[in-house]
């Protein structure tokens, strides 16, 4: 589900379960997704990754993709496998030539471009679009990843703006949000098919 009037993501969403009041009805028991483009400005209260706070590194982009999802019965470690596997599907898109046509990489969490581009006035060969977080709460996996489209001032040298335009933007939302939805499904179904 496309949503249109987050104005910028502040990181406080994913604090607490949100597909209900998104989905209402139609909140799918294998788990739900929404998609937004919006600024990212996350900074303490906004934060979920300690490692970041504890080294004073917040999130900022001028302009983002934002996805986030929330998927019940998974444990901390089954949110963090599922947050991997899902960027690594959204990277896969990316480097697809109706998008930015690159090489990517995975890194852990990270979705890494490797195309020459410039921020803060430093030349480098590849940098990380991607922001992403998950946790696990009341046997709740909530996630968020953002994707850079124009990464800007605040951002850290080594993010990279993708740069993608309005139509890429829409059509990468959708594509998106369907294949989480083709993923959890299929992740269920293989869980209810063994007969031992």
């Known amino acids: ?49 300690s490692e970041d706070v504890l080294n004073d ?17 998974l444990c901390p470690m089954g949110a963090v496998a599922f947050q991997r596997l899902f960027n690594t599907q959204i990277a896969n898109l ?31 060969d590849k940098g990380k679009c991607s922001v992403s977080i998950t946790y696990t709460k009341d046997n709740v996996a909530i996630g968020h990843t953002g994707i850079n489209i124009v990464a800007g001032k605040k951002a850290p040298a080594f993010a990279f703006s993708t740069n993608l335009d309005n139509s890429q933007v829409e059509a990468l939302m959708l594509e998106v949000c369907e294949l989480f939805y083709e993923m959890v499904d299929d992740i269920f179904v293989a869980t209810s098919k063994v007969i031992v």
């Open 1 to 49: 589900m496309i949503v249109y009037d987050i104005k910028c993501y502040d990181g406080t969403l994913i604090h607490e379960r949100f597909a209900y009041k998104y989905h209402r009805k139609k909140v799918l028991p294998v788990g739900n997704i929404i998609a937004f483009r919006a600024p990212m400005h996350v900074e303490f209260d906004g934060m979920i990754d």
């Open 57 to 73: 590194e917040f999130i900022y982009s001028d302009d983002a993709i934002n996805f986030c999802w929330e998927i019940p019965n």
């Open 94 to 124: 990316l480097g697809n030539i109706r998008y930015t046509g690159h090489s990517i990489e995975v890194d852990g969490d990270d979705i890494i471009i490797h195309a020459p581009h410039q921020q803060h006035g430093i030349e480098q």
